[in-house]
């Protein structure tokens, strides 16, 4: 698949915001927000209940820092690295709630066949735009198109294996998920405004 056969278009009707994707980037895209998506949910399996201050405000927390190199990248993305641990800690499993709920919306708005996106309401604009580029981290991370972040490189041997074959490839899926974004926001624009 090359960026050719993944180009979009949005364009707006109206209230709506409408992307036009050929099938297979739909498709693609679906199966990596899944991925991504369960990538969250297992993270999440991981935060304690059982912990007095947990149990003091009713919702699980982080007890040690996510490993996997390409989950920390994407949560680096949001909290940042200069934060005393506890702080990121603490912090983790509201980012991750937030974007399970993006991944979520992401979803619902692909269609299961052809590829036409559309966006009616400002959160699921808002999802696609936290949710595609965090997505997209995680996804150039795991493919080897960027580093892994500082200190999870003894980590690196949970990642999938890099195919040397598909580096340009998969760079080039990193670029077009940029521009997906930067094309809904650009369109979007004009909706937050008025």
């Excluded at 698949?1 to 278009?9: A, Q």
């Excluded at 996997?68 to 949001?78: G, N, S, W």
């Excluded at 309401?121 to 949710?131: C, G, K, L």
């Excluded at 997505?135 to 690196?156: D, I």
Aim: proline share 9%; with cysteine.
């Amino acid at each position: 698949m090359d960026l050719v056969h993944l180009t979009v278009c949005w364009d707006r009707a109206g209230d709506e915001l409408i992307g036009v994707f050929s099938p297979h980037a739909v498709a693609w895209l679906r199966r990596q927000m899944a991925g991504y998506s369960e990538l969250l949910e297992w993270r999440y399996t991981k935060y304690a209940s059982d912990d007095p201050t947990a149990e003091a405000i009713g919702l699980p927390l982080a007890t040690q820092p996510a490993e996997y190199p390409p989950l920390v990248a994407a949560l680096r993305e949001i909290i940042p690295d200069e934060e005393p641990e506890p702080i990121r800690l603490w912090w983790e499993p509201d980012v991750v709630r937030w974007l399970y709920a993006g991944t979520q919306v992401v979803l619902d708005s692909l269609p299961e066949t052809g590829g036409v996106v559309v966006l009616r309401e400002r959160h699921e604009i808002e999802a696609w735009q936290a949710a595609v580029p965090n997505m997209r981290v995680v996804f150039g991370v795991a493919a080897g198109v960027m580093p892994v972040p500082a200190g999870t490189e003894s980590h690196r041997h949970t990642m999938p294996k890099a195919v040397p074959g598909r580096f340009e490839h998969d760079r080039d899926l990193t670029v077009w998920l940029r521009r997906v974004v930067d094309a809904l926001t650009e369109i979007a624009e004009p909706a937050a405004t008025s």
